[in-house]
């Protein structure tokens, strides 16, 4: 392994692909430039949208909503999360989150170790055709990420 190095990325920089929320996902880091570590995101969320209820295996993961109102479901509890909150998830807790504003929110998302990077890379190569919840199931299995539910609505 080569000498895990300092990363600074600066507004607007980036690698940029389509995210499963109906809006860019800009990946800020990803674990090759952390040794595993942690891959951070900052992704686009459309008004209403926001993935199944699902579990890591392997993955905590966080977000700080930066811009917009999410709903975040965290096992049973439903709560509301206003741009500047910060959201914890152990692995293992089912969860998933909406945006509820009418207007696109930006989150940033933190995964801790890395290794959910294949399921965005997969997700952004996909057809109109192919989304769905069964595509999120289907690239999410191989990453240790399992759909428990339906989204919010």
Same mark, same amino acid.
């Given at each position: &392994?080569? +000498?895990?190095?300092s990363v %600074? %990325? *600066? @507004? *607007?920089?980036g690698t940029t692909i389509e995210g499963p929320a109906g809006? @860019? #996902?800009? /990946?800020k880091v990803r674990g090759q430039q952390t040794g595993g570590r942690l891959t951070a #995101? +900052?992704?686009? %969320?459309?008004p209403g949208d926001g993935p199944p209820l699902h579990t890591h295996d392997a993955q905590d993961e966080a977000w700080h909503v930066l811009e917009g109102e999410l709903r975040f479901q965290l096992g049973e509890e439903v709560t509301s999360a206003p741009a500047g909150s910060f959201? /914890?998830?152990p692995r293992g807790v089912p969860h998933c989150f909406q945006n509820a504003g009418s207007t696109p929110a930006r989150i #940033?998302? #933190? /995964?801790? @170790?890395? *290794? &959910? +990077?294949?399921f965005f890379d997969g997700f952004a190569q996909l057809t109109p055709e192919e989304l769905g919840p069964q595509a999120f199931g289907r690239l999410g299995e191989p990453v240790g990420m399992r759909v428990v539910g339906p989204p919010l609505r």
């Amino acid at each position: &392994m080569s +000498e895990l190095r300092s990363v %600074v %990325v *600066g @507004p *607007g920089e980036g690698t940029t692909i389509e995210g499963p929320a109906g809006g @860019p #996902l800009t /990946f800020k880091v990803r674990g090759q430039q952390t040794g595993g570590r942690l891959t951070a #995101l +900052e992704n686009v %969320v459309a008004p209403g949208d926001g993935p199944p209820l699902h579990t890591h295996d392997a993955q905590d993961e966080a977000w700080h909503v930066l811009e917009g109102e999410l709903r975040f479901q965290l096992g049973e509890e439903v709560t509301s999360a206003p741009a500047g909150s910060f959201v /914890f998830v152990p692995r293992g807790v089912p969860h998933c989150f909406q945006n509820a504003g009418s207007t696109p929110a930006r989150i #940033l998302v #933190l /995964f801790t @170790p890395a *290794g &959910m +990077e294949p399921f965005f890379d997969g997700f952004a190569q996909l057809t109109p055709e192919e989304l769905g919840p069964q595509a999120f199931g289907r690239l999410g299995e191989p990453v240790g990420m399992r759909v428990v539910g339906p989204p919010l609505r």
